[in-house]
């Protein structure tokens, strides 16, 4: 029986001749093996290796060792938790400051703050500033201690 391809010899693989892949891939250098070696399967074993138990040593007790409590940890203001505002600052922004709305910016109430700001400035000129009394009222409510006004928008209490 005479091969078509020289260079391999039919006799080896058993009576019967495969033709060379025309187009090869490319081989990396872990792919490649001469043809001289024979390729065998890596050794896998069936289970993972027994963990082996850790080894103690004779080590001193540190008495310097953290104790927990049961207590979380307060929050801390700086992560963005809300802070109690003072009454006292909305109360003199409410008198002084009031018809702009400055009180409920600073109590976190934006959409009222924005109102008593558009109509101080649009209503204001033409009624010369009555509006504004709006923001003293307030004012006097927030430093007089009315129910509706002893929380700012986040519900925290204000502080004195």
């Known amino acids: ?23 090869p891939t490319t081989q990396s250098p872990l792919q490649f093996r001469p043809q001289e070696q024979t390729l065998q399967p890596p050794h896998y074993s069936a289970q993972p ?17 953290p104790q927990y409590s049961a ?12 802070q109690p505002k003072s ?14 709305g400055i009180h409920r910016f600073y109590l976190g109430y934006t959409t009222i703050g924005i109102i008593q700001l558009v109509l101080t400035v649009v209503v204001g000129i033409f ?3 009555l509006v504004g009394l709006w923001g003293l009222v307030e004012g006097i409510m ?10 700012d928008a986040h519900g925290v209490p204000l502080r004195d």
């Open 127 to 129: 009624t010369f500033g």
């Open 1 to 23: 029986m005479t091969s078509s391809y020289p260079d391999q010899d039919p006799t080896s693989q058993g009576g019967q001749s495969t033709p060379p892949d025309p187009y």
């Open 71 to 82: 207590q979380p940890p307060l929050p801390n203001p700086a992560y963005g938790y809300p």
């Open 49 to 65: 290796p027994a963990p082996q138990p850790p080894q103690f040593a004779a080590q001193p007790a540190t008495p310097s060792q």
């Open 142 to 151: 927030i430093l007089a201690g009315a129910s509706y006004f002893q929380r």
């Open 87 to 100: 009454k006292i600052a909305a109360g003199l922004f409410g008198i002084f400051l009031g018809g702009l």
